[in-house]
T-cell receptor
Framework: SQTIHQWPATLVQPVGSPLSLECTVE??????LYWYRQAAGRGLQLLFY??????ISSEVPQNLSASRPQDRQFILSSKKLLLSDSGFYLC???????????FGSGTRLTVV | GQQLNQSPQSMFIQEGEDVSMNCTSS?????WLWYKQDPGEGPVLLIA?????ELTSNGRLTAQFGITRKDSFLNISASIPSDVGIYFC???????????FGTGTRLTIIP
């Protein structure tokens, strides 16, 4: 069966520090991968999505970047965090047009 | 781009009550999905709908794909404490890989 892993679960980082959040999917090949951010009590904002290795589409200009170095690995990064980068970050995967997304358990990032 | 209007934004109900929420789209969708998010967790898929007019149940949950393809609703019967959370609708248009998510409905059960 397919599983998705996100880590870390929680993270407290100072302003100006770098960020690296990792997401991996097991049990499937060539998934579409997504990074979402959710502000407290708010909706889901799509940040990046990828349909293959090295293929990244950015939805919202911001202080973040994404990379997909391997088929089932999706990384969210920042060189210098801002206070406004705080939030709940969710990774998700999907296969094909007829399927929904499966979400990871999320990373709660607090920038202080 | 596609937009989803989800209502209500929040609901305060007593245990045992029925719940109804809906989503409307500015464009036609060929897939409607309903997710539930527990506090501190990622959303989990509850029901998927793929045909206009389709009515699908999952236990006490029932969802329908609107005939116009521009709306969907979710009903929860006889609510229980574990129903608390945020419910999101999501839709996908023809030929569009990405899902569009609604803004969520926060369900709270009053003791």
């Amino acid at each position: 069966s397919q599983t998705i892993h996100q880590w870390p679960a929680t993270l407290v980082q100072p302003v100006g520090s770098p960020l690296s959040l990792e997401c991996t999917v097991e049990g499937t090949s060539n998934p579409n991968l997504y990074w979402y951010r959710q502000a407290a009590g708010r909706g889901l904002q799509l940040l990046f999505y990828s349909v293959g290795i090295g293929q990244i589409s950015s939805e919202v200009p911001q202080n973040l970047s994404a990379s997909r170095p391997q088929d089932r690995q999706f990384i969210l990064s920042s060189k210098k965090l801002l206070l406004s980068d705080s939030g709940f970050y969710l990774c998700a995967w999907s296969l094909g047009l007829q399927r929904g997304y499966t979400f990871g358990s999320g990373t709660r990032l607090t920038v202080v | 781009g596609q937009q989803l209007n989800q209502s209500p934004q929040s609901m305060f109900i007593q245990e045992g009550e029925d719940v109804s929420m809906n989503c409307t789209s500015s464009s036609i969708f060929n897939t409607w999905l309903w997710y539930k998010q527990d506090p501190g967790e990622g959303p989990v898929l509850l029901i998927a709908l793929y045909k206009a007019g389709e009515l699908t149940s999952n236990g006490r949950l029932t969802a329908q794909f609107g005939i116009t393809r521009k709306d969907s609703f979710l009903n929860i019967s006889a609510s229980i404490p574990s129903d608390v959370g945020i419910y999101f609708c999501a839709g996908r248009g023809f030929g569009n890989e990405k899902l569009t998510f609604g803004t969520g409905t926060r369900l709270t059960i009053i003791p």
